[in-house]
C-alpha cells in the first residue's frame, strides 16, 4: 500500500510528514496526500531554480524580467521552434556558388515546401541543433550564418549526398539537375541520423556518399 512519501526526480524518496513511511495513504487521508506530494514535487529543484535565476540575474536586471513573458525570454535564449525560411535565406552567404544557379534554386523551393518537422532536421542536420536565432538581430549579434559551399565528390551529382561542416553552419550542396532529386537527397540527409552529430550510433565502414557520414565532411 502507498505510505505518505513520494519518489523524486533524482530516484529518492521523500517523506511527506514524520512516520510518513509507515503510515498509508487510505480514502480518508487521500486528499492531504494528495496536497503534499505536488507540494513536494513542485519545490523539489527550488534550490536549483535559485541559483539559475541568480545566474540569469547577473545577465539581465532583474526588474527588466518582468517585462517578458516565458515565451519572450524562451525565444531569446533558445530561439524559436518555428523554423523561418526568410529569415535563414537572409542570412545563408555563398563560397564559389552563384546563389542564382538552378540548384540554389531548387534548394530554396524544396526547403520552402519542408513541413516544420523537416526544416528542423535539416537545421540539425547542418548545424546541429533545431533552431534558428530568433531574428535579424540575433543573427547579427551571434555573427550567425549559414554557408553554402560547392559539392566536389563523385562525376555524377545526382548521386551524391550534401554533407555539413556542422560546427560551422557550412553545407556542401552537389549541383543536382531537379528539384525531386535534390528533395530526396536531403531527406535522407537530414533523417538517416538525425538524433547524433557524430553518427556514433550508427554501425558500419564509412563511404564517401554514405548518408551517415555527411554531417561529418
Avoid at 31 to 45: D, F, M, P, Q, T
Avoid at 60 to 72: A, C, I, R
Avoid at 83 to 103: E, Q, W
Avoid at 194 to 210: E, W
Wanted: hydrophobic share 35%.
Amino acid at each position: 500500500m502507498q505510505k505518505f512519501q513520494v519518489p523524486l526526480s533524482d530516484k529518492s524518496n521523500c517523506v511527506l510528514i514524520k512516520d510518513g513511511d509507515k503510515i498509508d495513504v487510505t480514502y480518508d487521508n487521500r486528499e492531504e496526500y494528495v496536497r503534499l506530494a505536488v507540494e513536494a514535487r513542485l519545490n523539489e529543484s527550488k534550490c536549483q531554480l535559485k541559483s539559475v535565476r541568480r545566474g540569469l540575474t547577473d545577465i539581465v536586471p532583474e526588474h527588466l524580467l518582468s517585462l517578458l513573458s516565458w515565451q519572450d525570454l524562451e525565444w531569446r535564449v533558445c530561439g524559436k521552434p518555428m523554423i523561418d525560411f526568410k529569415l535563414l535565406k537572409r542570412h545563408t552567404v555563398y563560397n564559389s556558388v552563384n546563389p542564382t544557379s538552378p540548384h540554389i534554386l531548387y534548394f530554396w523551393q524544396v526547403l520552402e515546401e519542408f513541413s516544420q518537422e523537416d526544416r528542423r532536421a535539416f537545421v540539425r542536420f547542418v548545424w546541429g541543433q533545431e533552431r534558428l536565432p530568433a531574428n535579424d538581430q540575433e543573427f547579427e549579434r551571434t555573427a550567425t550564418r549559414m554557408l553554402i559551399k560547392p559539392y566536389s565528390g563523385t562525376a555524377d551529382p545526382d548521386q551524391a549526398f550534401p554533407r555539413a561542416d556542422t560546427c560551422f553552419f557550412n553545407l556542401f550542396l552537389p549541383e543536382y539537375s531537379s528539384p525531386e532529386i535534390l528533395r530526396k537527397k536531403l531527406l535522407m540527409a537530414c533523417h538517416f541520423d538525425a538524433d547524433s552529430m557524430n553518427a556514433d550510433n550508427v554501425a558500419g565502414d564509412r563511404g564517401d556518399d554514405d548518408p551517415r557520414f555527411m554531417g561529418l565532411m
